[in-house]
């Protein structure tokens, strides 16, 4: 059993949870994910980590609510325990040896690019983050990037904050002024990662992108997080969970991503009210 | 005077048509008639010929005697003396090509059950005998055990046994590898693995889970905090695929994937949190154990067609004939000298169909097997929703890529030789991480050698 040693709402839908996992933490770098599981015969989902304390030992996760298993995750408190939790799975994202690079979050996945942020920031590398939200109300981690970024823009779908428009616009900009990146590195939903790297793939620059697919053991036992990269099929849990963006076949990943939909969505229906009966 | 019937006692089991919609053991297991009853065909040979087919050398004839004397403890103990998890090997063992393949009276007629008799006998303990085994005294040295599956369990079996203080790490939620997340609750019954693994508790084994060495733990840490041998029981858990079109689409799944699903994450249950998709028409690809096993789950959970989808002939099937006998009853369709070329899908990615070819059975192969060839213009489409690739699978590399000093082959798997010594000093390996996919008692056995070699090592270096 883990402990959740501090848990903060960042936004409705979006919760920080800090778990005490010492083992965990003390491998955990920027780029890797863990598995948990919320209680006995529960899903096992995998969640990227989004920082780490290796005195303290604990790891920090941040999850959007969309499923059943993140509903229930989402109604433990501080001082309860989760069932399982595992990792750091992956490999870490690459920061060695680069000077200047563009970190393109979007959404929750602000959440795993701010670490990414964070350790180019340490290592003395020029950090542009340009993160994007739906609206202001879903803003998440901007003290955090600011201080993390040499430039930050917050752009918003209906420009209810920072600037009206897709990450996309911003980034496009940034390049046009001229600014020269060793790197983009962009993460967030699969169609944010497809534009982000149609436009770099226009102007060469290297993209790495996060991919989150579907998985159950995270150690590449069970295939199902495997996605087609520059022809080749690829696990995302042992081979990433990062990826050369101009190689990964978004269209299909999209597509598998989506297998579950129906279920997930009923499921979390059934969780939804099973807690409106408690409360 | 011994029972000369040439026919076994049968199996008592469910019927076919009622088994094929539940999760329910298949097999019921023999009563203390039965089972005497078929201990009496037993000759007791002097030579022993059956134990000589025994990878962990039960003593057979000895143990069968007990059971004529109605001695069904006596019998247990014999059997423990050599096997650590005898209600799994009852169930899971290949015995017709192992003990009961050298049995003399198999030479007219059916050999001995020997199977079903070690599975009697370890039923009639487990359900008699409630009291823990005692762990015994400590010799305060340490030991890490790497997987919770057959291997591993074995191995940390036998050095509690002799006193050391054994750690397994596992990287899954629970204990018990290919047992709980491969073999299905119908042919294995979870509560056995469970119960096996709580015996082992009771020697005083720690088992760890969530831990994944390599990545949480490197083996270099294991040696710091003061483990003096290690034993690498990781598996061959990499699923393989074919390579052709359509692979990844949205209903096509590894045997693992489909498998681990459906047994570890309970998906056959109402209400899982898991999800598994609902299929009319499901084709598995494969003939092995394992595509047999996926071909029951599939209807189980409720799929009218289930096609077992293998390039060669009903004769060249790795398969124990006893599981392709009972998919068969159960419904599974045999397409035998057929194989996939394409899997088909809707605008939507999901399957549609699988499009094979057929084949024939041309000059022997390396393997000794005839060479299946493509009939010209025989291509057919099948239509099916589901697709489960069940032809292999490959060691996990993620011990090797975080291991200096650790040889390993060219297919992945850990260089040992034959008492499991790698090459490196103090570790040691066993089981489908050193054999490529195999059985579950050849892991077993594989796990009990290293566990002497291990004694032996550590032994020897504080002598």
Redesign the interface.
């Known amino acids: 059993m883990y402990k959740i040693v501090r848990k903060k709402e960042l936004n409705p839908t979006v919760t920080l949870m800090e778990i005490d996992a010492p083992l965990v933490a003390k491998k955990a770098e920027p780029g890797q994910f863990i598995i948990l599981r919320v209680n006995e015969d529960g899903e096992r989902i995998p969640l990227t980590v989004a920082d780490y304390d290796r005195e303290k030992g604990t790891v920090t996760i941040i999850f959007q609510i969309v499923g059943a298993t993140t509903e229930l995750l989402n109604h433990k408190n501080e001082g309860e325990y989760i069932q399982d939790f595992v990792g750091p799975l992956g490999k870490a994202t690459e920061t060695e040896g680069l000077k200047k690079v563009a970190v393109v979050g979007g959404g929750v996945g602000c959440a795993i690019a701010y670490p990414v942020a964070k350790k180019l920031h340490d290592n003395g590398c020029e950090v542009h983050s340009i993160v994007g939200f739906r609206n202001k109300d879903l803003v998440i981690l901007e003290d955090e990037f600011n201080a993390a970024s040499n430039v930050l823009k917050i752009m918003t779908d209906d420009g209810s904050y920072g600037t009206k428009g897709l990450v996309t616009d911003a980034l496009k900009a940034l390049i046009d002024e001229g600014n020269q990146y060793d790197e983009v590195i962009a993460i967030g939903p699969v169609i944010m990662m497809k534009f982000v790297c149609k436009l770099t793939k226009e102007y060469g620059i290297k993209t790495m992108v996060s991919m989150n697919p579907i998985m159950i053991d995270g150690t590449g036992m069970c295939g199902g997080c495997r996605l087609t990269v520059g022809g080749e099929t690829k696990f995302a849990c042992v081979d990433g969970p990062d990826f050369d963006g101009h190689l990964v076949d978004f269209d299909e990943a999209l597509e598998r991503g989506s297998m579950y939909r129906e279920f997930e969505q009923a499921k979390r229906e059934e969780v939804c009210n099973l807690f409106k009966g408690v409360k | 005077m011994p029972n000369m019937s040439l026919k076994k006692n049968e199996m008592p089991a469910q019927e076919p048509n009622v088994r094929n919609k539940n999760f329910s053991e298949v097999a019921l297991g023999y009563t203390e008639e039965q089972a005497v009853d078929e201990a009496n065909r037993c000759l007791n040979c002097k030579n022993k010929p059956c134990v000589g087919g025994c990878p962990v050398s039960i003593d057979i004839p000895e143990f069968i005697a007990k059971i004529r004397e109605k001695d069904f403890e006596g019998a247990y103990q014999i059997i423990s003396k050599s096997s650590s998890l005898p209600a799994v090997c009852g169930r899971v063992c290949p015995q017709e090509t192992q003990c009961e393949s050298k049995c003399v009276r198999g030479i007219k007629g059916e050999p001995v059950a020997i199977g079903r008799l070690e599975r009697f006998v370890a039923d009639w303990h487990n359900k008699n005998c409630t009291e823990a085994p005692k762990a015994p005294e400590k010799n305060g040295h340490k030991c890490a055990i790497i997987g919770a599956g057959p291997s591993g369990l074995t191995c940390a079996g036998d050095l509690a046994k002799m006193g050391y203080d054994v750690t397994v790490f596992e990287?899954?939620?629970l204990a018990g590898g290919v047992l709980v997340?491969g073999i299905p609750e119908f042919r294995l019954p979870k509560a056995i693995v469970a119960h096996e693994v709580e015996n082992l508790k009771a020697l005083g084994v720690k088992i760890e889970?969530?831990?994944?060495i390599g990545?949480?733990?490197e083996v270099d840490e294991l040696f710091e905090q003061g483990f003096e041998a290690i034993f690498i029981g990781s598996g061959a858990?990499?699923?393989r695929?074919m390579?052709i079109p359509g692979?990844?689409l949205?209903g096509v799944?590894?045997a693992?994937?489909f498998l681990?699903?459906v047994n570890l994450?309970?998906a056959y249950k109402e209400g899982?949190?898991?999800?598994i998709?609902k299929n009319s028409s499901v084709a598995v690809v494969g003939g092995g154990n394992v595509a047999m096993d996926a071909a029951r789950c599939a209807k189980r959970l409720g799929a009218e067609n289930v096609y077992i989808v293998y390039r060669r002939g009903l004769e060249e099937m790795p398969a124990r004939k006893e599981e392709v006998e009972h998919a068969m009853e159960e419904g599974i369709i045999f397409k035998t000298l057929n194989n996939p070329v394409e899997i088909l899908g809707d605008e939507?990615?999901f399957v549609t169909g699988m499009k094979c070819i057929e084949m024939e059975l041309g000059e022997p192969d390396a393997s000794g097997r005839r060479r299946p060839v493509e009939k010209k213009d025989s291509e057919f489409t099948l239509d099916v929703d589901c697709v489960v690739m069940s032809i292999g699978t490959s060691p996990?590399?993620?011990i090797r890529n975080t291991t200096k000093g650790l040889e390993t082959n060219k297919h992945g798997c850990f260089v040992a030789d034959e008492v499991g010594q790698t090459s490196r000093e103090g570790v040691f390996a066993g089981g489908d991480a050193v054999t490529g996919a195999a059985t579950v008692i050849l892991a077993m056995g594989a796990g009990k050698t290293a566990a002497k070699a291990m004694d032996e090592y550590i032994k020897s270096k504080n002598a």
């Open positions: 990287a899954l939620h997340y889970t969530n831990v994944v990545k949480t733990i858990g990499l699923p695929f390579n692979e990844n949205k799944y590894s693992n994937e681990t699903r994450m309970k899982s949190d898991t999800p998709k939507h990615k996990n590399p993620l």
